[in-house]
T-cell receptor, first 115, second 115 residues
Framework: NAGVTQTPKFRVLKTGQSMTLLCAQDMNHEYMYWYRQDPGMGLRLIHYSVGEGTTAKGEVPDGYNVSRLKKQNFLLGLESAAPSQTSVYFC??????????????FGPGTRLTVL | EDKVVQSPLSLVVHEGDTVTLNCSYEVTNFRSLLWYKQEKKAPTFLFMLTSSGIEKKSGRLSSILDKKELFSILNITATQTGDSAIYLCAVDRSAGGTSYGKLTFGQGTILTVHP
């Protein structure tokens, strides 16, 4: 099993450009999450999904959109990137049947810089 | 609004020292508190605490929860340079019986251990 993978690992954007971050998991997990991490801020939840075709807003959803068309993939989109979206983005997944947070699987992260 | 606050925000010690990291929280419908270690990549799980006064221990690391005073501490004894990392505290809460595994994270404590 590859676990949780994220694509790309690094990206530099100019203000106003758009991009999509891909999170993929091969563990058949129902729940998936997107977090961002900024210095001194811990991890903050952007959006999450409890199953294929469903998404919901987290703490800091503004400026982002998500889609979960397939159970194994959770996409995070930036329609018009802003410097405030410079951050490290982490995806995570967990099983509905084993919802203990101690069993959360995190991806390796995507470092995004917006100039 | 749910809140998780860690202190100190950064700490520099020498090998062999003992450190205590603090995490206080104000959340509704508390379910569990988690500690993670993060070394330039995704967070790795350390402990999950659900009951007051019961110490969790793993090698030189230990943690305890006080649900009356709403805080937890993470102790590291005989620190080593490999303990240098960001230590994150997070709280899981239930909302109407379902929290969807959303976690609220603290800001993190940056620990630096010098040889």
């Amino acid at each position: 099993n590859a676990g949780v993978t994220q694509t790309p690992k690094f990206r530099v954007l100019k203000t106003g450009q758009s991009m999509t971050l891909l999170c993929a998991q091969d563990m058949n997990h129902e729940y998936m999450y997107w977090y961002r991490q900024d210095p001194g801020m811990g991890l903050r939840l952007i959006h999450y999904s409890v199953g294929e075709g469903t998404t919901a807003k987290g703490e800091v959803p503004d400026g982002y959109n998500v889609s979960r068309l397939k159970k194994q993939n959770f996409l995070l989109g930036l329609e018009s990137a802003a410097p405030s979206q410079t951050s490290v983005y982490f995806c995570a997944s967990t099983s509905l049947r084993r919802l203990s947070p101690s069993l959360r699987h995190f991806g390796p992260g995507t470092r995004l810089t917006v100039l | 609004e749910d809140k998780v606050v860690q202190s100190p925000l950064s700490l520099v010690v020498h090998e062999g020292d003992t450190v205590t990291l603090n995490c206080s929280y104000e959340v509704t419908n508390f379910r569990s508190l988690l500690w993670y270690k993060q070394e330039k990549k995704a967070p790795t799980f350390l402990f999950m605490l659900t009951s007051s006064g019961i110490e969790k221990k793993s090698g030189r690391l230990s943690s305890i929860l006080d649900k009356k005073e709403l805080f937890s501490i993470l102790n590291i004894t005989a620190t080593q340079t490999g303990d240098s990392a960001i230590y994150l505290c997070a709280v899981d809460r239930s909302a109407g019986g379902t929290s969807y595994g959303k976690l609220t994270f603290g800001q993190g404590t940056i620990l630096t251990v010098h040889p």
